[in-house]
Structure formats: C-alpha cells, structure tokens
C-alpha cells in the first residue's frame, strides 16, 4: 500500500532554512510527482509547488519563488522541500502529497505532515 | 490566481444525516475539482478527483457533482469519522487553490 512518511518536527529561528523529507513507498516512485502543502495553525491549506520525480521538474508557487527548493532522489524514493529565510509567519505543518493527473496534478495519498516552528 | 469559495463555512448535523457542501470556482475550471477531508488534529484525505470520481477506498456515502464554477460535495448519511473540515481545490491551472473550508461539527 502507498505510504508516505515525513520527517519530524522541526524548531527554527528566524533567518533560518528548514529542510523537510518525504519517504514514499508501495509504488513505482518515479510514476507520480509530489506537491507540497502548508497549514497555518488553525488555517486553511496553501500549495507551495510540485516537483516531477521522473525528471526533477518543478512548479511553485509565486509566494514561494526564490525561497524554496523542492528536489526528488529516486535511489532512496524521497522527496524533500527546503525553504530559507524562515519568518514566523512560516510556522506552520507542512505535507507532502503524492500527485497524479495530468498536465496540472491533483492529490491522492498525503503525508502525516511536518510542524516546523520558527521562533526567536 | 483562480478563487474558490466554498460554502458554508460550517454546519452542524446530525449522524445519519445528509449534507451538501458547495464550491464555485472564480472562472471556468471544467471538472478539474478535488474534494479533502481533515479530521481534527490529522492529515487531508483526497475523497474525490474529476468532480465526482471517488478515490480508491472512499465510500459511496461521498459524491461530488459539477463543472465549470459550480461544484457540490454530498455525504449521504453522515457517520461520527466524517465531522471534519472538508477543502476543495482546483487543479484546471497552477497554482492549485484551495476553498477556505467547510468545518462539519456535531449537533
């Protein structure tokens, strides 16, 4: 069966970069791309951009441009996401989300999520 | 950006009731609507892509309808797993959006 698998909680001081994992199994990795998704305590869900796992190619949102880095390696079947120059408004739990369709994905399978904490 | 609205914000029902949650799109985005369920204190769940095709494992008492602008989600008999927060989004165009959230709550 699918399971995706992330990394752990995370604290950070502000100016600081996080880098959060995303372990998948039970399919052929490089079949589906992955989008990452964030929510704010008590807040709604936020795409952040999504990263082919066949070809490293990569989409993310303006918000995000220049500040993160989604990147796939295939021979451990892990996708990460690493964002810079946290701010506090970047606390948040973070998800990876396995993607499948077509030329613009959507989402089936969801990680646990990730709280990444950023505080002085 | 395509905006999604969902509504209504909240609701509260009862087990075994029915309940339709509405999403409309700011422009045309075909069938290309997903519908997510969070419960509290976990992950999303993908219940339903295209509109109205239900992801492997969803039960029946889900169904999605609409295209275009106008979409609905329907819990048919409402069961205690399924008060919760339930998002749209669109995938028509990048960047994904997603609607601000349809909490279910007890009544």
């Known amino acids: 069966q699918v399971q995706l698998v992330q990394s752990g909680a995370e604290l950070k001081k502000p100016g600081a970069s996080v880098k959060v994992s995303c372990k998948a199994s039970g399919y052929t990795f490089i079949t589906h791309g992955f989008s990452w998704v964030r929510q704010a305590p008590g807040q709604g869900l936020e795409w952040m951009g999504w990263i082919s796992t066949y070809n490293g190619n990569t989409n993310y949102a303006q918000k995000f441009q220049g500040r993160v880095t989604m990147t796939a390696d295939t021979s451990t079947t892990t996708v990460y996401m690493e964002l810079r120059s946290l701010r506090s408004d970047d606390t948040a739990t973070y998800y990876c989300?396995?993607?499948?369709?077509?030329?613009?994905?959507?989402?089936?399978?969801w990680g646990q999520g990730t709280l990444v904490t950023v505080s002085s | 950006d395509i905006q999604m609205t969902q509504s209504p914000s909240s609701l509260s029902a009862s087990v075994g009731d029915r309940v339709t949650i509405t999403c409309r799109a700011s422009q045309d985005v075909s069938k290309y609507v997903t519908w997510i369920r969070q419960r509290p204190g976990q992950a999303p769940k993908s219940l339903i892509y295209?509109?109205?095709s239900l992801q492997t494992g969803v039960p029946a008492r889900f169904s999605g309808r609409g295209s275009g602008t106008n979409f609905t989600l329907s819990i048919s008999s409402l069961l205690p797993e399924d008060f919760a927060t339930y998002y749209c989004?669109?995938?028509?165009?990048?960047?994904?959006?997603f609607g601000g959230g349809t909490k279910v709550e007890i009544k």
């Open positions: 295209a509109a109205s």
């Open positions: 989300a396995r993607a499948f369709g077509g030329i613009v994905t959507t989402t089936d399978y």
């Open positions: 989004h669109q995938y028509k165009i990048y960047p994904l959006t």
